[in-house]
């Protein structure tokens, strides 16, 4: 009966570790996929500010093409019509790209919301495998208290009259 109790509790603590491990696995998958989201919630910043920086580049050259003395000069004007041709272009780009990092966030944030529900379920598992732990530790201790009872009880009715012959 020792061996039976003894292998319960060796299957209880293996798979308590394993579920350990699944939950440190789980948890790292977790925070590389924060970091990853972290990394394209960035990405979205700095597109969103070049293109801020672009749209205010633009306005600044229409303000300065309405100055009389820029239409004057032909070569200024050719200049800045060339000038408006790269902005526009560098804020269509940005735009465009624009869309491909929120997509990209938005992959983000369900393989997120994907690892922290893998890692919360390990834990879950984990904590049950933690109260099982408990419990069989728990029945092996009432079954060695009642064994150890019994051979008490047995060695005091081998010897009715305390031990006296």
């Not at 992959?107 to 049950?128: F, I, M, N, Q, T």
């Amino acid at each position: 009966m020792q061996a039976n109790q003894k292998q319960r509790r060796q299957q209880a603590n293996q798979l308590l570790r394993l579920h350990q491990m699944r939950v440190k696995a789980c948890e790292v998958r977790y925070h590389e996929a924060k970091n990853k989201r972290d990394e394209a919630v960035e990405d979205v910043r700095q597109r969103q500010a070049s293109i801020t920086r672009l749209k205010n580049q633009h306005s600044d050259l229409f303000s300065y093409l309405d100055d009389i003395a820029v239409v004057e000069s032909p070569v200024k004007v050719e200049r800045m019509h060339t000038r408006r041709y790269w902005l526009e272009y560098d804020l269509g780009k940005d735009e465009y790209y624009l869309e491909l990092d929120i997509e990209a966030l938005n992959e983000a944030d369900e393989e997120v919301a994907k690892a922290k529900g893998e890692w919360l379920r390990a834990r879950y598992r984990e904590s049950g495998a933690e109260k099982m732990l408990k419990e069989t530790q728990r029945g092996i201790a009432v079954v060695e208290e009642q064994s150890q009872e019994l051979e008490n009880e047995e060695s005091r009715s081998a010897f009715p009259f305390g031990g006296v012959l």
